[in-house]
């Protein structure tokens, strides 16, 4: 059971010498295990800085992330490194690739800082996460001479290839033409609905949010509204 | 093993642009020590007490010039004018002789290279040089010859100077600065070459034989001599030798505003050559690790530990100045010297010889290596924490 919550998270940024801009301020969420579930909000409205406290990438000023109950914001820097490698995938609007290494190199990145996972393994799990993902055929290829929606299949395959539980995913689907947004939404929900992933989406857009289990709304800062998609 | 094949990776991608650094950097760290062994206070202190003794000394330059058929310099007419007795006096042979005395006020200093080589082989100082010298001489004593620092071990042995056995009776610290007011050299370049300090006349005809007039002349320096005597000796110059000869006292010397400005702009341009390189490499390895943050970032995001990072970052940047400390080490450990040689049909062959490793040339190129290691530490720690402070903003830094 991997059930990520938040209890009273904020967190400031100082813009300037006499300025500082409340991106989160108190939010208390919980996400349960095998769900999506869509933060939608206007730009600036604290979307990515919520995400990035659930994922541990960003430290809160307040408040406290927990994962099934236990507190997790607070650990030191080593643990918590091995606890992101182990525990969540990241998948981002820029696909976050190395260009200069294959689709392969690119998939076993997380597995080279995680301890469990054995080095005669790297070949069969990267194989395992592209064949899911239909890019089996391209490990070799650079991700510069990939389409947008096959850049972040790879992504998505990086994300899930430690078997990590959890995957946060900021505007995913930000940079792709309306065909592979859907076939990125479609490999999301596959990988909750059918691989029991908790997926947590950042987005803009309000028609992919419509797809989600939940939708969480923020407003400066604040969540001001969550509901289920078909609402 | 991971970090180091990463490591490699970066380097490997960089190939073009680390060659390009590597050449580059190899001729900056090569003429790094002397630019900043020149600008260190302890250089300059000893430069400024080295004028300030010469000044108190009451030290005059004998200078000359050589006058083209039908040509006077502007100058010449006016100090000829200012000389009491311009054309009269003893023979120039009599003068240098009592001049160049235990008693006498005048004294010189030479370098002598060695013809083949060109590399320093003698220094002379004489006469009342010999009290301007950066070591202390037995007044007791006809020669007393010194060897360089990287030669200590030839102290006690004899060596031959002109023909003439002679025991090496001391040591020319490397930090030591050669002077005379219009050229100045720091021991430490004159490695190899034996310092000759000669107090009297008659040590200097028993070397140098029937070239000593012209030896002496060169560098010439006259120490508390009053205006008659420096009048005496320059028309005598003038006279015998058909060259211009004039008196330049150290207080003119360095009182003239051409001299003053000379020195500030060679301060300046050291200063500033430092200042160059060290920016030019300061810039080149940040431009080189920011390159790369983005890859960092990821892999930070899954997982990379800070220490891990950071000594990516820092083997990268020491990966970078490899090849530039590789060739200066090569250059120390594996000194060469060119030697040129004449045969009998009118040829000559230039060949390289392999020399002796210099202790003091490899203390230098290990402070080289520290310097550039400070350097790339700097530059790391502080792209280090920049980028710390960037990927604990998020990802998308909002």
């Given at each position: 059971m991997k059930t990520i919550a938040a209890r009273g998270l904020s967190k400031s940024y100082k813009i300037s010498k006499d300025s500082v801009v409340?991106?989160?301020?108190g939010a208390d969420l919980e996400i349960s295990e095998g769900g999506i579930t869509a933060i939608v909000g206007p730009s600036g409205s604290g979307k990515s800085t919520l995400l990035n406290m659930l994922g541990l990438i960003v430290r809160p000023d307040s408040g406290e992330v927990l994962l099934d109950g236990e507190r997790i914001d607070s650990m030191r820097e080593g643990k918590r490194c091995r606890f992101r490698n182990a525990n969540f995938g990241y998948v981002m609007q820029d696909f976050a690739l190395i260009d200069g290494e294959s689709v392969y190199s690119n998939i076993r990145l997380p597995m080279l800082y995680n301890k469990k996972i054995r080095f005669t393994e790297y070949r069969r799990r990267v194989h395992e996460a592209a064949e899911s993902l239909g890019i089996?055929?391209?490990?070799?290829?650079?991700?510069?001479?990939?389409?947008g929606g096959e850049r972040q299949r790879v992504a998505i395959a990086r994300a899930i290839v430690c078997d990590q539980p959890i995957i946060l995913a900021d505007e995913?689907?930000?940079?792709?033409d309306a065909e592979n947004r859907d076939i990125v939404m479609d490999i999301l929900l596959d990988l909750c609905k059918n691989k029991g992933r908790t997926v947590v989406i950042v987005t803009h857009d309000l028609s992919l949010a419509a797809r989600c289990d939940r939708i969480i709304r923020m407003k400066d800062g604040r969540i001001a509204e969550e509901n289920n998609g078909e609402e | 093993m991971k970090l180091l094949r990463q490591v490699m990776k970066d380097l490997r991608r960089e190939l073009a642009w680390l060659l390009l650094y590597g050449v580059l950097a190899s001729m900056v760290f090569d003429t790094l020590p002397g630019l900043i062994g020149s600008l260190s206070s302890g250089s300059l202190r000893q430069l400024q007490s080295m004028e300030e003794d010469m000044r108190r000394a009451n030290l005059s330059m004998i200078r000359t010039k050589s006058i083209r058929i039908g040509t006077v310099p502007d100058e010449a007419r006016i100090r000829f004018a200012e000389l009491p007795e311009p054309y009269r006096g003893r023979p120039l042979r009599r003068i240098i002789e009592e001049g160049f005395?235990?008693?006498?006020?005048l004294g010189c200093w030479a370098i002598e290279y060695e013809r083949e080589t060109n590399e320093p082989k003698y220094v002379y100082f004489v006469g009342k040089y010999v009290d301007l010298a950066p070591i202390e001489v037995p007044t007791d004593c006809d020669y007393y010859i010194c060897a360089s620092e990287d030669d200590a071990d030839l102290v006690g042995k004899t060596v031959t100077v002109f023909g003439e056995e002679l025991p090496v009776s001391g040591v020319v610290p490397g930090d030591a600065m050669i002077y005379h007011p219009i050229s100045r050299y720091s021991a430490e370049n004159l490695k190899g070459a034996l310092f000759v300090f000669i107090r009297d006349y008659e040590s200097v005809r028993r070397l140098f034989w029937y070239s000593h007039i012209t030896f002496v002349n060169d560098n010439l320096i006259a120490v508390g001599a009053d205006k008659a005597e420096l009048a005496e000796l320059v028309s005598a110059i003038s006279r015998e030798t058909g060259k211009y000869a004039y008196v330049q006292t150290m207080e003119e010397y360095l009182g003239g505003s051409t001299q003053r400005m000379r020195q500030y702009t060679d301060l300046l341009f050291r200063f500033g050559a430092v200042f160059a390189l060290i920016t030019a490499m300061v810039l080149n390895i940040s431009r080189a690790i920011r390159r790369w943050e983005g890859e960092y970032s990821i892999h930070r995001l899954f997982g990379a530990p800070e220490p891990f990072v950071f000594a990516r970052m820092l083997l990268f940047g020491f990966g970078y100045n490899l090849i530039a400390i590789g060739f200066i080490w090569y250059k120390t450990l594996f000194p060469s010297e060119w030697t040129m040689t004449y045969y009998s049909d009118g040829t000559t062959a230039i060949e390289k010889a392999r020399g002796a490793i210099s202790p003091a040339a490899a203390v230098k190129t290990a402070e080289t290596t520290g310097l550039i290691a400070a350097v790339v530490l700097a530059v790391c720690i502080f792209e280090f924490l920049r980028f710390k402070k960037k990927f604990a903003k998020g990802m998308r830094g909002e």
């Open positions: 409340n991106a989160v301020s089996a055929d391209k490990l070799r290829r650079k991700p510069s001479r990939l389409s995913p689907t930000g940079s792709l | 005395s235990r008693e006498g006020r």
